[in-house]
């Protein structure tokens, strides 16, 4: 089963309440790397070796730190944990907790600058049956799990450089029971 993995701590808060329905991907090819009706494996950070992450940050804990609250209840597992999150959050979640999606749409667009102004073009859009309006784009930004479309486009243009166009791949999932 192929994997979707994630580092965004933008996102973090709509893939832990499951509201995240998308992603947009760099286009590595022209062709998608996902098809519509796949399953697919959601995981947070899976390029770290650790496997417990902070609910608030997604920072990850280490081994060590998390084998001192093995065996705890209640209020002092909730004081230990406060102690070893970095950010002072009191939660915690495992890489299991995402399951899976399967994935219900795949469009390809391109994002860039246009004087300094994002903007963005969606490949065959008729034949989608997409209209690219500014609540198009808020939707978008929103399946994606970002409060804005300022938000994302600003996430994008950081780690992308969108003052040359780029090309990215959309996949829109309904998340699996």
């Not at 009706?37 to 390029?47: A, F, H, S």
């Not at 749409?105 to 008729?126: A, S, T």
């Not at 690219?132 to 780690?159: A, C, R």
Request: include cysteine; charge should be positive.
């Amino acid at each position: 089963m192929k994997i979707l993995n994630f580092t965004a701590v933008e996102v973090l808060p709509s893939l832990l309440n499951r509201s995240k329905a998308q992603t947009i991907e760099l286009a590595k090819t022209d062709k998608p790397r996902f098809t519509i009706g796949q399953k697919v494996k959601i995981i947070w950070n899976q390029r770290k070796e650790y496997y417990e992450f902070c609910f608030g940050c997604g920072k990850s804990l280490e081994y060590d730190l998390l084998e001192s609250i093995d065996g705890l209840d209640g209020i002092e597992r909730e004081k230990m944990i406060k102690r070893i999150l970095p950010c002072g959050h009191r939660k915690i979640f495992r890489n299991s907790y995402f399951k899976r999606v399967v994935i219900t749409k795949v469009f390809r667009m391109e994002i860039g600058k246009i004087e300094g102004k994002p903007y963005l073009n969606i490949f065959d859009k008729e034949k989608l049956g997409i209209k690219v309006t500014l609540s198009f784009v808020d939707e978008l930004s929103k399946l994606d799990g970002f409060n804005s479309k300022e938000q994302m486009f600003k996430y994008l243009d950081k780690h992308y450089d969108l003052s040359q166009s780029k090309k990215f791949w959309v996949y829109r999932w309904r998340w699996l029971k």
